[in-house]
């Protein structure tokens, strides 16, 4: 009786992203907030958002945060995990929400900036979250001084998704994106890095290593999963101890999500279900 009324009242956090990549995110929270309700949402059916236009992306993403509010049920936290929505659509999320609505950009810029002692900040991501410049503004209203350097690292997605998190294939990857951005000695004063894409957080060893090959030093890695969950478990300290329930969707593509999916968090597929846009 108690433990379905503790169960009832438990913290309710809906995730979405634009595929499987958001799990991390999902990792991070449950990890943090194990007591914690989580409803996750993968757009598989229009997956990638990093290449599309602002305006396609805001669309998408309004559709997708309706279709997984859909029921009416309760909500403590709408998480928006993908960095390339975070970018271009929190604004128009935040104005549909009256709960509160988070993305990843601002819990990553934070901690960047509060990590780098060279005020030099690297961001990897999307070609549309390194179009949008959403990094800069929020690392500029932390801190007029630090200097951003973006770079669009789009392949990565690609690798992550196909299990190559580490090896010769993502260290080639590394090292064609990387090599000539930090010939520049500007960008070489970097000393922290946010991973800005919901992927990266899998390659992370690599990432590290290659930044340390090319600078001869290692740079800090900002894990912008970590960052947010970090974030939630401020707003919602009830979560932080307890067993709360996981449901996953997806728009299309099930067998898949759970197949990649399981390579980011536990994916049960008895527990997947499909939500038609
Ligand atoms: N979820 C996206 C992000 O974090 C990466 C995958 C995509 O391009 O949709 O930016």
Same mark, same amino acid.
């Given at each position: 009786?108690?433990?379905?009324?503790?169960?009832?009242?438990?913290?309710?956090?809906?995730?979405?992203?634009?595929?499987?990549?958001?799990?991390?995110?999902?990792?991070?929270?449950?990890?943090?907030?194990?007591?914690?309700?989580?409803?996750?949402?993968?757009?598989? *059916?229009?997956?990638?958002?990093?290449?599309?236009?602002?305006? +396609?992306?805001?669309?998408?993403?309004?559709?997708?945060?309706?279709?997984?509010?859909?029921?009416?049920?309760?909500?403590?936290?709408?998480?928006?995990?993908? /960095?390339?929505?975070?970018?271009?659509?929190?604004?128009?999320?935040?104005?549909?929400?009256?709960?509160?609505?988070?993305?990843?950009?601002?819990?990553?810029?934070?901690?960047?900036?509060?990590?780098?002692? +060279?005020?030099?900040?690297?961001?990897?991501? +999307?070609?549309?979250?390194?179009?949008?410049?959403?990094?800069?503004? @929020?690392?500029? @209203?932390? /801190?007029?001084?630090?200097?951003?350097?973006?770079? @669009?690292?789009?392949?990565?997605?690609?690798?992550?998704?196909?299990?190559?998190?580490?090896?010769?294939?993502?260290?080639?990857?590394?090292? *064609?994106?990387?090599?000539?951005?930090?010939?520049?000695?500007?960008?070489?004063?970097?000393?922290?890095?946010?991973?800005?894409?919901?992927?990266?957080?899998?390659?992370?060893?690599?990432?590290?290593?290659?930044?340390?090959?090319?600078?001869?030093?290692?740079?800090?890695?900002?894990?912008?999963?970590?960052?947010?969950?970090?974030?939630?478990?401020?707003?919602?300290?009830?979560?932080?101890?307890?067993?709360?329930?996981?449901?996953?969707?997806?728009?299309? *593509?099930?067998?898949?999500?759970?197949?990649?999916?399981?390579?980011?968090?536990?994916?049960?597929? *008895?527990?997947?279900?499909?939500?038609?846009?």
């Amino acid at each position: 009786m108690l433990a379905s009324l503790r169960a009832m009242n438990a913290p309710r956090i809906a995730i979405f992203d634009s595929g499987v990549g958001g799990l991390t995110v999902a990792h991070a929270v449950h990890a943090k907030l194990p007591g914690a309700h989580l409803r996750y949402l993968g757009d598989t *059916a229009r997956l990638p958002y990093g290449t599309k236009s602002a305006q +396609t992306v805001t669309r998408y993403a309004l559709q997708a945060a309706a279709a997984l509010l859909s029921d009416g049920a309760r909500v403590d936290a709408l998480v928006v995990a993908c /960095n390339t929505a975070s970018s271009c659509a929190l604004p128009a999320l935040k104005e549909s929400y009256d709960f509160p609505v988070l993305g990843v950009i601002g819990p990553g810029a934070r901690r960047a900036v509060a990590a780098s002692a +060279t005020g030099h900040i690297g961001v990897i991501g +999307t070609e549309r979250t390194v179009q949008s410049g959403a990094y800069e503004q @929020a690392i500029a @209203a932390l /801190n007029a001084d630090a200097v951003v350097h973006a770079r @669009a690292t789009p392949l990565l997605v690609g690798l992550a998704e196909e299990g190559w998190c580490d090896g010769p294939v993502a260290e080639a990857a590394l090292h *064609a994106y990387l090599r000539p951005w930090l010939a520049d000695p500007t960008v070489a004063r970097i000393d922290t890095v946010v991973l800005g894409c919901t992927h990266y957080p899998a390659l992370k060893a690599v990432i590290g290593r290659v930044f340390a090959e090319i600078l001869g030093r290692e740079v800090g890695l900002v894990d912008s999963a970590d960052a947010i969950a970090e974030e939630l478990a401020l707003r919602l300290p009830d979560a932080t101890m307890g067993e709360g329930r996981v449901e996953l969707f997806a728009t299309d *593509a099930l067998d898949r999500f759970a197949r990649v999916g399981g390579l980011f968090f536990p994916v049960d597929r *008895a527990h997947l279900a499909l939500i038609d846009l």
